[in-house]
């Protein structure tokens, strides 16, 4: 192949490539095709000039695109913005058996509809039996029960700062605490928890 010819080749690739991999970039051809081209879409029906100026200005093509949200990209927001969610989900597939990926597009709908469904009737059986929590920010500990730590190990009082610490860094992390101690059982104070447990919370949150 000549110059040209190797050139016109790499860009016909890269503007499939692209048009295969994201689907505003593919509106994006049509759209310049049909504005600037003679209407085909094949990119190997252009000039190697004509592909050029497409991957210069594609960026600057306003597309309209229609909302069509999947299951896979409703998970992936909500274990982006929800602690709680990101936890539970983890645990339905430990529970479940599916142990692979956490990433919701390696899994089927049909799998990722049956966490939803779990995760409302678990929803609702805590609502039915007033077992609404209140806030977090409630949940201040009480200072007649508090914890004498005096004969903790060096290392469990360690343990213990560090889950404090991580909660005191954002209120993200105060929340993923919570989740993960209501999945233990009534307290929400570090010092009740014996050092393996804070060990999974530090480690499944990536501190140890």
């Not at 779990?118 to 914890?147: D, Y």
């Not at 560090?162 to 929400?188: H, I, T, Y």
């Not at 060990?199 to 140890?208: A, N, S, T, W």
């Amino acid at each position: 192949l000549g110059q040209d010819a190797a050139i016109k080749e790499a860009l016909v690739w890269q503007i499939k490539d692209l048009q295969k991999n994201n689907p505003v970039v593919k509106q994006q051809w049509a759209k310049y095709c049909d504005i600037e081209g003679n209407g085909t879409k094949d990119p190997a029906l252009y000039e190697s000039t004509f592909l050029q100026r497409f991957m210069q200005v594609h960026d600057h093509i306003v597309i309209n695109m229609p909302v069509n949200v999947t299951l896979p990209d409703f998970y992936r927001q909500a274990l982006n913005n929800c602690p709680a969610f990101k936890l539970a989900w983890s645990m339905y597939r430990q529970h479940a058996g599916q142990i692979r990926s956490d990433e919701p597009g390696m899994h089927t709908n049909q799998s990722l509809a049956g966490c939803l469904d779990f995760m409302g009737q678990a929803g609702l059986t805590a609502m039915m039996m007033g077992g609404m929590s209140p806030p977090p920010e409630e949940w201040a500990p009480n200072k007649r029960f508090k914890v004498d730590t005096s004969g903790f190990s060096e290392e469990k009082v360690h343990l213990i700062g560090m889950v404090k610490d991580f909660q005191k860094s954002g209120w993200e992390r105060k929340e993923m605490w919570l989740a993960f101690a209501a999945r233990k059982g009534p307290n929400k104070d570090p010092a009740r928890f014996d050092e393996g447990e804070l060990r999974e919370f530090l480690r499944l949150h990536g501190v140890l």
